[in-house]
Nanobody, 116 residues
Framework: VQLVESGGGLVQPGGSLRLSCAAS????????MNWVRQAPEKGPEWVAS????????AIADSVKGRFTISRDTTKNTLYLQMNSLKPEDTALYYC??????????WGQGTQVTVSS
């Protein structure tokens, strides 16, 4: 199993980024997938989840209306579209496989920094 995130970077407040997570080594369409973030000196925070066929999503209140999770099962890729970014969104963003709170594999993370 391999999960490889990309797309992070430095962005000004109000800006946008799209994160990607390339999955391999397992049947991607068979698993719930998630984005989880960890800010400096804080514990992991669940951000969003998507079901196996992409028909249902769940978004944390802290990012609702600004972030969108999606997946492309033909490309084995998970996405997180992040709009209207705020400094408090600064964190290391991970994709994780499994039901919420019961992740069995994580990627290495991609850094998102929101700063002027």
């Amino acid at each position: 199993v391999q999960l490889v995130e990309s797309g992070g970077g430095l962005v000004q407040p109000g800006g946008s980024l799209r994160l990607s997570c390339a999955a391999s080594g397992f049947s991607f369409s068979s698993y719930v997938m998630n984005w989880v973030r960890q800010a400096p000196e804080k514990g992991p925070e669940w951000v969003a989840s998507i079901n196996t066929d992409g028909s249902s999503t769940a978004i944390a209140d802290s990012v609702k209306g600004r972030f969108t999770i999606s997946r492309d099962t033909t490309k084995n890729t998970l996405y997180l579209q992040m709009n209207s970014l705020k400094p408090e969104d600064t964190a290391l963003y991970y994709c994780a496989r499994g039901n919420v709170g019961n992740y069995d594999y994580w990627g290495q993370g991609t850094q998102v920094t929101v700063s002027s």
